[in-house]
């Protein structure tokens, strides 16, 4: 894990828990953590409290689409005739990994 240090001297930004227990973090936090507005983030307990981790979140629609294209090319003579279940979810798998990927780069339109 990594730990963001603040200017030398500078006091820990304490947050404050409003109604409906929103928080708002920091702008000296915020600028040193890649964040945009509406971005998830995953929250957890650890030793010290609460850790807050941001995820990317994928679009289950865009990852169907994906998949029926590649089960779609299964036949006898494809490769994944011969594939066993695990293989399959293997390559399923891949196919997740690379929407992260195209969706981190900053891709607007992924092809399904």
Known sequence: MTTVKLEKGGAMP???VKQRYQITIPSSI????????????????????????PQTVLDRKKIAGK?????AAINKKSPYARMSD???MEAAIGVVGQVRTDQKAGKKSLKT
Do not use: C, N, Q, Y
Not at 67 to 71: C, H, S, T
């Open 30 to 53: 915020r600028g040193k953590v890649p964040l945009d507005v509406g971005d998830m983030l995953e929250a957890t307990i650890s030793e010290d409290g609460i850790l807050l981790k």
């Open 86 to 88: 695990e293989e399959i």
């Open 67 to 71: 998949l029926r294209k590649a089960f």
């Open 14 to 16: 304490l947050v404050k």
